[in-house]
């Protein structure tokens, strides 16, 4: 009887045991789906560079944008995605009805020179509205600020970064902001970087003070998203 007893409370041992390894892998599964994955940005992020230097790189890369600061190399946010392209060609459509298409364009992925605490800046925008007069200068590699910008931003995009962008922008003569998250189909347009208004659905996004006849709604936006 003693035998059977040592048996059974051998058995009994096992299969808490195994229960209690079952429910420590499980929770541990739970840790594990939750967990965010690292974004790894390539090594040229942070690395030391000439202006000069900087001005031979493309604007992108590795899928980042290319921007510089400080005399560093800064790979801030992700390049645009197809369905940027989508909003942009949206975005392009309202622009040509407007009285500034006869005086400038809205151009992607374009290099602004700015000015920061006595030093410059090269900021990458997705999109950037340049007179016909800036647009020759950026061809002869003279950089100015836009008077309007519209950034997409994504979920894994860095927002201290993007709010320390925009301040710069305002610095240099910028007028209006627009910040189209495009995940969550949202327009946060900026007045200045204090003065913002968030914009969805059928409410109206304007690029006013910069281009004040550039007005279409949330919803016009992402129709072919």
Same mark, same amino acid.
């Given at each position: ?6 048996? =059974? ?8 045991? %195994? ?8 929770? !541990?599964?739970?840790?594990? +789906? ?12 942070? $690395? ?15 899928? #980042?944008?290319?921007? #510089?600061?400080?005399? =560093?190399?800064? @790979?801030?946010? $992700? !390049?645009?995605?197809? =369905? ?11 622009? /040509? ?7 400038? #364009? ?5 290099? *602004? @020179?700015?000015? /920061?605490? %006595? ?17 020759? !200068? ?5 950089? $100015? ?38 995940? %969550? ?11 913002? +208004? ?6 109206? *996004? ?8 550039? $007005? ?10």
């Amino acid at each position: 009887m003693a035998a059977t007893s040592n048996g =059974k409370t051998r058995t009994n041992a096992q299969k808490k045991s %195994s229960t209690t390894t079952m429910k420590e892998a499980q929770h !541990s599964s739970r840790k594990t +789906s939750v967990k965010k994955p690292t974004v790894l940005r390539p090594k040229l992020d942070g $690395t030391m560079s000439s202006k000069e230097h900087f001005l031979t790189l493309p604007v992108n890369h590795e899928g #980042w944008k290319c921007e #510089w600061r400080n005399d =560093k190399i800064e @790979l801030n946010e $992700t !390049s645009l995605l197809s =369905k940027d392209r989508s909003i942009i060609n949206t975005l392009l459509r309202a622009f /040509t009805r407007t009285t500034h298409f006869e005086e400038g #364009w809205l151009y992607a992925e374009s290099r *602004c @020179l700015l000015t /920061t605490e %006595s030093k410059e800046s090269i900021r990458v925008a997705d999109l950037a509205y340049f007179t016909e007069k800036q647009s020759r !200068s950026q061809k002869a590699g003279k950089y $100015t600020a836009p008077t309007f910008v519209v950034e997409i931003v994504h979920k894994h995009d860095r927002r201290g970064k993007l709010r320390q962008k925009i301040a710069e922008y305002f610095a240099n003569g910028v007028r209006c902001v627009w910040c189209i998250h495009a995940d %969550s189909e949202r327009v946060r347009v900026y007045r200045s970087p204090q003065d913002s +208004s968030l914009i969805r659905n059928n409410a109206v *996004c304007s690029a006013a003070p910069a281009l004040p006849d550039l $007005t279409l709604s949330a919803k016009e936006l992402f129709e072919f998203v």
